[in-house]
């Protein structure tokens, strides 16, 4: 049989462990939270950073080069 003192410590440990749990839980809300705020952040900064890449910088290159006025061979 149960004694009164490891009654009294089952509900101490289980009052406990209740109140760790939610906690936990709290803080890990807490930090997801922030998590996918950053993540926000960092998605929107690479959107608006112009594209770098070696083909694209290839591609502005020759449509900024205006060759309109360039003649071979005529004067």
Do not use: C, H, N
Not at 10 to 31: C, D, K, M, N, P
Request: glycine share 12%; no cysteine.
């Amino acid at each position: 049989m149960l004694g009164t003192k490891a009654l009294g410590r089952s509900v101490i440990f289980g009052l406990g462990y209740v109140a760790g749990t939610r906690a936990g839980r709290e803080r890990y809300e807490q930090l997801r939270s922030g998590a996918v705020t950053l993540a926000g952040q960092l998605r929107q900064r690479l959107d608006e950073m112009p594209d770098t890449s070696p083909a694209s910088v290839a591609d502005a290159a020759r449509r900024a080069w205006d060759d309109s006025d360039i003649t071979l061979g005529r004067s």
